[in-house]
């Protein structure tokens, strides 16, 4: 009987150990499904617990805590690595649950990276446009953060209104003084396998070509000098773009000087100063010069000259209005054939020969037009008569005034040559 009651004793007993094994591998798997283990490329939110030089702890839940050290702990920008404090929630990027050392290995830089991708990626498909600044360039554009990624705007995105201030030929003349300003952006193309992000500045702004042209030619005024960029050249002129709106350099209004193309003195890109002289706000035309910003050399040369004078030309060519006579190397004026000879006459060529010199008088100047007027029948016109006494008195007096220091020098010769004697 006492032996029964033992058995019997021992079996229960085995029977409720059973039990508890059974009911603590429940708990145990009950517990480890709760437990969300770190998986590799998964992002998680985590606290750091302690920082060293060259080492982050964060603790990502999972009774565990990560790492960031090595390369993924220098790629923290040292002006966040500062900000970072213990106890601040961070993303993490699990690189690896468990490595050779048992430890979990974390990226702060690429979980935010990826969250990066994800901002942009939704941009893209929402066609929304981002708010940032600019903090960068290359020779090709601006380089804008989005979602803590780098993105590029190629000059070709970048609004009207940021393009029309562009001046000089390097990045670093077109782009440098950019940096800073505020800018809105939109998403165009991604390509993270290549870390690819294109941004855009026009399809964010609403401001079109025509807006942006009726809002400066509300901003000129005839008379302001401006800097451009030549964007295209044509027979009757050059297109010059002042402010995002371009304006038309006439044939005429480019150089001082004939030219028979703007090529011949522009080239496209190049960047120039230009006067408004004319708006057509109706039409929205802009009129601009390039040659009225410099002194017209044909000036200079006119003021050798006055009306009445007498020059000496040659005859470089014949016409059937007149002949045309050279003052000097660049001067040439024009003797009509009505101031040619006294008697009628059909042609030049019965009084003068090409390559011939002879005696004029001016009897015009148009510095408007650069036309000198010239007479060859007028030469002995007793109207200038006072203005040939005049002149011929000048002369006489400019030898006298040369001859003068000669004899000085000559007699003070021969007074030395006497000392000596």
């Given at each position: ?8 004793e021992q079996?229960?007993?085995f029977?409720?150990?059973q ?12 517990a480890s499904?709760?437990?969300?283990f770190p998986?590799?490329?998964?992002i998680?939110?985590g606290?750091?617990a302690?920082m060293t030089?060259?080492q ?5 839940g999972a009774?565990?805590e990560?790492?960031?050290?090595g390369?993924?702990y220098?790629?923290i920008?040292?002006a966040?690595l500062t ?10 990027y ?11 290995v974390l ?6 990276e990826e969250?990066?991708w994800?901002?942009?990626e939704?941009m893209?498909?929402?066609k929304s446009?981002?708010h940032?600044?600019?903090i960068?360039?290359?020779?090709g554009?601006l380089?804008?953060?989005v979602?803590g990624l780098r993105?590029?705007v ?7 209104g940021?393009?029309?201030?562009m001046?000089?030929d390097?990045?670093?003349?077109r782009?440098s003084?950019?940096?800073?300003q505020?800018?809105?952006?939109c998403?165009?193309e991604i ?23 009726e809002r ?12 451009g960029?030549?964007?295209s ?8 773009n002042?402010?995002?709106a371009?304006?038309?350099v006439?044939l ?6 004939h ?9 496209v890109?190049?960047e120039?100063?230009?006067?408004v ?6 039409k929205?035309r ?12 044909w000036?200079?040369k ?7 004078q007498?020059?000496?030309g ?6 059937k209005f ?9 001067v ?7 101031e040619?000879?006294?008697k009628?006459?059909e ?5 003068l ?22 007479s060859?029948r007028r ?5 200038y008569a006072?203005?040939d ?16 220091p000669a004899?000085?020098?000559?007699g ?6 006497a000392k000596?004697e």
């Amino acid at each position: 009987m006492d032996n029964q009651d033992a058995n019997l004793e021992q079996g229960n007993s085995f029977e409720n150990n059973q039990q508890e094994n059974n009911d603590m591998a429940s708990l145990l798997d009950a517990a480890s499904t709760e437990i969300e283990f770190p998986v590799q490329g998964e992002i998680r939110k985590g606290v750091i617990a302690s920082m060293t030089p060259g080492q982050i702890l964060v603790s990502v839940g999972a009774k565990s805590e990560g790492v960031i050290s090595g390369k993924e702990y220098e790629l923290i920008p040292p002006a966040e690595l500062t900000e970072l404090k213990i106890g601040q929630e961070i993303p993490v990027y699990v690189i690896n649950p468990e490595d050779q050392n048992g430890n979990l290995v974390l990226s702060f830089v690429r979980a935010r990276e990826e969250q990066g991708w994800k901002v942009v990626e939704d941009m893209l498909a929402s066609k929304s446009s981002y708010h940032s600044s600019i903090i960068g360039f290359n020779k090709g554009g601006l380089i804008v953060p989005v979602g803590g990624l780098r993105g590029f705007v190629p000059a070709s995105q970048i609004s009207l209104g940021r393009r029309s201030d562009m001046t000089g030929d390097t990045p670093e003349q077109r782009w440098s003084k950019m940096i800073g300003q505020e800018i809105d952006v939109c998403v165009i193309e991604i390509d993270r396998e290549r870390r690819r992000l294109i941004l855009s500045e026009r399809q964010a702004s609403s401001e079109t070509r025509e807006s942006v042209k009726e809002r400066v030619i509300d901003e000129l005024n005839e008379g302001d000098v401006r800097t451009g960029r030549v964007t295209s050249l044509a027979e009757f002129g050059a297109f010059v773009n002042i402010n995002g709106a371009d304006g038309l350099v006439h044939l005429s209004e480019i150089s001082w000087d004939h030219i028979a193309h703007p090529s011949e003195a522009l080239k496209v890109g190049q960047e120039v100063k230009v006067k408004v002289i004319s708006i057509d706000r109706a039409k929205k035309r802009i009129g601009l010069s390039i040659r009225q910003l410099v002194s017209d050399p044909w000036d200079q040369k006119a003021a050798n000259f006055q009306v009445g004078q007498l020059v000496e030309g040659t005859i470089t060519r014949l016409t059937k209005f007149g002949a045309f006579a050279r003052l000097t190397d660049d001067v040439e004026g024009l003797i009509h054939i009505s101031e040619i000879s006294e008697k009628r006459i059909e042609h030049p060529k019965e009084v003068l020969k090409e390559g011939e010199t002879v005696t004029l008088r001016i009897i015009k100047i148009d510095p408007g037009n650069h036309r000198i007027g010239l007479s060859l029948r007028r030469v002995d016109s007793m109207a200038y008569a006072d203005m040939d006494w005049q002149s011929l008195a000048d002369e006489i007096l400019s030898e006298d005034s040369e001859e003068k220091p000669a004899e000085k020098k000559a007699g003070k010769g021969k007074q030395d040559e006497a000392k000596a004697e």
